[in-house]
């Protein structure tokens, strides 16, 4: 049983262009989370995910940024017209159940620089 | 809102020693709790977890005691080895984890 896996590990992007990071959760586990970590700082919550559906978004920028997880295949974090203030490592984590009841396990993230 | 909090920044100790990592939670109705350790370049790793029915809970070389009167948090490791050390962080669940900032735990041989 595979873990959480993401991709691209490393991604560069430059000003102005799209940054799409993909998250494949655990087999069996339908919600997915998605965190922003900045060096040397914890991790802020983004928005949360169940198939299909968006149940909390409210640590996603209101701009730029959108996520989704459809029915077949990865959750997907988009960022349209990348800053270097995004640049920070995206973190998804996935669970059995919602609203981090239980255990959830977390990728190896996504490190996005824009440059 | 929930906000965690770490008491340090940074802890340093010696090989063979305990250690503890102390953490404050605002929301008194975070009713689950996790640690988690994150070497560089890594994803978080679920260490323990503790509800809120619980004051303590024992794992390999780990406990949680959880004080709900004061909102703490704390993770012991027992006999403290150099790959132990990590940024840990606690983070508290009200339908989303809310993580702290993370304590440095540098383990000196």
């Known amino acids: 049983n595979a873990g959480v896996m993401q991709n691209p590990r490393h991604l560069v992007r430059r000003r102005g262009q799209e940054a799409r990071l993909r998250c494949s959760p655990m087999?069996?586990?339908?919600?997915v989370y998605w965190y922003r970590q900045l060096p040397e700082e914890g991790l802020k919550f983004m928005v949360y995910?169940?198939?299909?559906?968006?149940?909390?978004e409210s640590g996603m920028p209101k701009e730029r940024f959108s996520a989704e997880f459809p029915k077949e295949g990865p959750s997907i974090l988009r960022i349209q017209q990348v800053v270097r203030g995004d640049s920070a490592a995206y973190f998804c984590?996935?669970?059995?159940?919602?609203?981090?009841?239980?255990?959830?396990?977390f990728g190896q993230g996504t490190r996005l620089t824009v440059v | 809102g929930e906000s965690v909090g770490l008491h340090l920044p940074t802890l340093s100790v010696q090989e063979g020693d305990n250690s503890i990592i102390n953490c404050a939670y605002s929301?008194?109705?975070?009713?689950?709790f996790i640690w988690y350790k994150q070497e560089s370049g890594k994803g978080p790793q679920f260490i323990i977890d503790?509800?809120?029915?619980?004051d303590k809970r024992q794992g390999q070389r780990v406990t949680v005691l959880l004080n709900k009167t004061v909102k703490h948090l704390s993770l012991q490791i027992a006999a403290t080895q150099p790959g132990d050390s990590a940024v840990y962080f606690c983070?508290?669940?009200?339908?989303?984890?809310?993580f702290g900032a993370g304590t440095r735990l540098a383990v000196h041989p």
């Open positions: 984590a996935s669970s059995s159940e919602g609203g981090f009841r239980t255990e959830a396990f």
């Open positions: 087999k069996g586990h339908s919600h």
């Open positions: 995910l169940q198939k299909e559906n968006i149940i909390d």
């Open positions: 929301n008194s109705a975070s009713d689950y």
């Open positions: 503790i509800r809120s029915n619980m």
């Open positions: 983070a508290a669940s009200l339908n989303k984890l809310i």
